[in-house]
């Protein structure tokens, strides 16, 4: 847990996690697996770094081999894919542009040729970028946000789901601001409402395979997307909104994604949405 409140910061799209103070927990150093998803199979967007690193890491501790997406960052990327083979799993990443449905079908492609199949399909991958006013929100931006965010996820889900056997797991990461808005990001959380909403749709639509579709909405959580989206402004003690006053690491909301793609923990849950958020309510 980082209890220093972060100092103002920036650095170029899409971030790295070196150069972060201080440096967010995202190994998963302390966490014993017990064979939760032995032998599973699971397909992660995002999972180069922060949240989506974090995940990566606790599939494969819990014996899970992992395919990963990511955009643009190699060495995040080789760095993950060392961390899930330091534990005996195949772990591998896939570079792509999610805002390209083409780049969304190689990567399942990917994933079924190195894996045979999905098992556990986590869409995490997402963009943000705040603006002073409404106003300035343009078309580009908000067609750029719905591609990565919403468009990315309708792609990759259909082209994953010829893949997955009767009785997987889809996990969708929504947001916070997916459930109260947020008004220097309105593309953001309108997207993350979307999905969030397409993850209820889903747990209906895929009853009929017992494939559990279920949604994780963080809080604010301390990732390379902060620094390098929200600038000094946005990043300087970023999280002291939240009631418990900090933001969270990723290997704190990893474990929410261990729980849904787990049938022993979560086989009674589908369509559900589950809100590591620091303490808070919504509509508080």
């Not at 032998?39 to 995940?55: C, E, H, M, P, Q």
């Not at 534990?87 to 591998?92: F, H």
């Not at 309105?186 to 579709?213: C, E, P």
Request: net charge negative.
């Amino acid at each position: 847990m980082n209890d220093t409140r972060p100092p103002a910061q920036s650095q170029p799209h899409p971030g790295r996690t070196e150069p972060m103070d201080p440096q967010p927990r995202d190994e998963m150093r302390d966490y014993e697996g017990r064979g939760l998803l032995q032998g599973r199979r699971a397909l992660i967007t995002g999972g180069d770094s922060g949240i989506g690193r974090a995940v990566a890491v606790a599939f494969a501790k819990e014996g899970a081999d992992v395919v990963f997406g990511y955009l643009s960052e190699d060495a995040e990327a080789q760095h993950t894919a060392d961390l899930i083979q330091a534990e005996g799993r195949q772990g591998l990443g896939v570079r792509g542009d999610l805002a390209k449905e083409a780049d969304c079908v190689h990567l399942v492609e990917r994933a079924v040729e190195r894996l045979g199949g999905i098992d556990v399909l986590v869409e995490h991958a997402a963009t943000q970028r705040p603006v002073e006013e409404f106003t300035d929100l343009t078309t580009e931006q908000l067609r750029r946000t719905f591609d990565v965010n919403v468009m990315g996820v309708f792609w990759t889900v259909r082209e994953a789901l010829p893949h997955m056997p009767n009785g997987g797991s889809i996990i969708i990461t929504g947001s916070i601001n997916g459930l109260r808005g947020n008004d220097t990001m309105t593309d953001y959380a309108a997207s993350k409402s979307a999905v969030m909403n397409l993850s209820l749709s889903l747990s209906q639509a895929l009853r009929g395979r017992d494939i559990r579709v279920n949604c994780v909405a963080p809080g604010p959580v301390w990732t390379p997307l902060i620094p390098s989206t929200l600038g000094e402004k946005g990043a300087e003690g970023f999280g002291k909104q939240a009631p418990m006053g900090r933001a969270a690491d990723p290997d704190e909301i990893a474990p929410s994604y261990v729980f849904f793609a787990s049938d022993r923990l979560s086989s009674y849950y589908t369509g559900e949405v589950l809100t590591p958020t620091g303490g808070e309510i919504q509509g508080s």
